[in-house]
């Protein structure tokens, strides 16, 4: 099992670029969500799917967008980096039936320049 | 959900018991005690979860106060692959998640020290 699996790992970005990270999960869990972390802060939350084709915001949605097209694929689109988006994103899952355990990606790297 | 309160830092003796507290005074009767761990930069990782009963598990033992305002989360024998920041998370039981995923707050940053 990969669990949840982002990508990419590190990237830069210069103001203005669009890019998306990558979130997958192979564990069937219908809940998925976007967190991001500033250094020397706890984690926020972006966005959140409950199931295939339902998302919603969280504490920090701005500048940033999402689809759930499949159960396993979660991408998280920035649509016009700024700097303020310089930060880890982190990927999660869960499964809507069970202990409520959250599957943690290794976290994707952003640095916009 | 209800909001938790962790001292910021603490620090344990290599091979102690590290005991870190969290304040729930306003958790609901439907309330589960969660509790998630983050070493260095990857990503949280659970720890443990309860309700009421107190929980032990390979990993930690969770003491929860009788009137559940508040939980001790134990790690019996710290080593310094125990540093980390530690959260306490207090959520609705799985059944009734709905729409409404996990909060992190900052958590406690708990030092190992040799």
């Known amino acids: 099992n990969a669990g949840v699996t982002q990508t990419p790992k590190f990237q830069v970005l210069k103001t203005g670029q669009s890019m998306t990270l990558q979130c997958a999960q192979d564990?069937?869990?219908?809940?998925m969500s976007w967190y991001r972390q500033d250094p020397g802060m706890g984690l926020r939350l972006i966005h959140y799917?409950?199931?295939?084709?339902?998302?919603d915001q969280g504490e920090v949605p701005n500048g940033y967008n999402v689809s759930r097209s499949t159960t396993e694929d979660f991408p998280l689109r920035l649509l016009s980096a700024a700097p303020s988006q310089t930060s880890v994103y982190f990927c999660?899952?869960?499964?809507?039936?069970?202990?409520?355990?959250?599957?943690f990606g290794e976290g994707s790297r952003l640095t916009v320049l | 959900d209800a909001k938790t309160t962790q001292p910021p830092s603490m620090d344990c003796a290599e091979g102690r018991a590290a005991n870190l507290p969290c304040n729930h005074s306003?958790?609901?009767?439907?309330?589960?005690v969660y509790w998630y761990r983050q070493i260095h930069s990857q990503g949280p990782q659970y720890i443990i979860h309860?309700?009421?009963n107190n929980e032990t598990n390979e990993m930690a033992s969770l003491i929860i106060t009788e009137d559940r305002k508040s939980s001790t989360l134990i790690l019996p024998h710290a080593t310094l692959r125990d540093t980390a920041v530690y959260y306490c998370?207090?959520?609705?039981?799985?059944?009734?998640?709905?729409?409404?995923?996990?909060?992190f707050g900052k958590g406690t940053r708990l030092s190992v020290i040799a």
């Open positions: 309860g309700l009421k």
């Open positions: 799917s409950v199931g295939a084709g339902i998302t």
């Open positions: 306003t958790i609901s009767g439907n309330e589960y």
């Open positions: 564990m069937n869990h219908e809940y």
């Open positions: 998370i207090v959520r609705v039981a799985p059944q009734s998640w709905g729409n409404t995923p996990l909060v």
């Open positions: 999660a899952s869960f499964a809507a039936v069970g202990t409520g355990e959250l599957f």
